[in-house]
């Protein structure tokens, strides 16, 4: 199974600030990665999908980059809404495999 | 607006049996590719299968052989039958809808159902 490690688990960060998780492989998995956003109680949302296309609606602060085995996400101006959990995801092979998750928290 | 809604979850013992099942609005499930994906209370997401449009179907290694998706096209809806279940199997059940280029992008999910596994 491909391993997804992201790191921080938990960011303490302001409004305003830049934010960056980062997600890595255990083995190459191209760009089949998206990222997703959660709330508690709530659903996942889908922010970025292929390592670096933004989904329709999302606020265009959120940006992702990379491919192989090493990839982020990147939020430029962190926004009162967007304090959440962050979970990178692969899908190259079976099982797809999430990453076990960033807590992005109020400084 | 696509929409997506689970049932079915509750409390049932373990060695039980459940099904889940997900009704989808505004398009049809048996066009695109449908997961469910759990998440076990204050941890993290885990996929647990996928239906292609062709009905080819794959699971995570922790389900297979209990676990079986399928859909009925006549309802618009996905299931997700549950056998055998083990009190690991504790969790919120989210069904999400893949995108018609990959099928592993899950850009719609429902609300989720709780199933709880235990005596």
């Known amino acids: 199974d491909i391993q997804m490690t992201q790191s921080p688990s938990t960011l303490s960060a302001s409004v305003g600030d830049r934010v960056t998780i980062t997600c890595r492989a255990s083995?190459?998995?191209?760009?089949?990665l998206a990222w997703y956003q959660q709330k508690p109680g709530k659903a996942p949302k889908l922010l970025i999908y292929?390592?670096?296309s933004l989904e329709s609606g999302v606020p265009s602060r959120f940006s992702g980059s990379g491919s192989g085995t090493d990839f982020s996400l990147t939020i430029s101006s962190l926004q009162p809404d967007d304090f959440a959990t962050y979970y990178c995801?692969?899908?190259?092979?079976?099982?797809?495999?999430f990453g076990q998750g960033t807590k992005v928290e109020i400084k | 607006e696509v929409q997506l809604v689970e049932s079915g979850g509750g409390l049932v013992q373990p060695g039980g049996s459940l099904r889940l099942s997900c009704a989808a609005s505004?398009?049809?499930?048996?066009?695109?590719?449908m997961s469910w994906v759990r998440q076990a209370p204050g941890k993290g997401l885990e996929w647990v299968s996928v239906i292609y449009n062709g009905g080819t179907t794959y699971y995570a290694d922790s389900v297979m052989g209990r676990f079986t998706i399928s859909r009925d096209t006549s309802k618009n809806t996905l299931y997700l039958q549950m056998n055998s279940l083990k009190t690991e199997d504790t969790a919120v059940y989210y069904c999400?809808?893949?995108?018609?280029?990959?099928?592993?992008?899950?850009?719609?999910w429902g609300q989720g159902t709780l199933v709880t596994v235990s005596s």
């Open positions: 995801q692969q899908h190259s092979s079976y099982p797809w495999t």
């Open positions: 292929m390592a670096s």
């Open positions: 999400a809808r893949g995108t018609p280029t990959s099928a592993g992008t899950l850009d719609y």
């Open positions: 083995q190459s998995i191209n760009s089949w």
């Open positions: 505004e398009f049809t499930v048996s066009t695109i590719s």
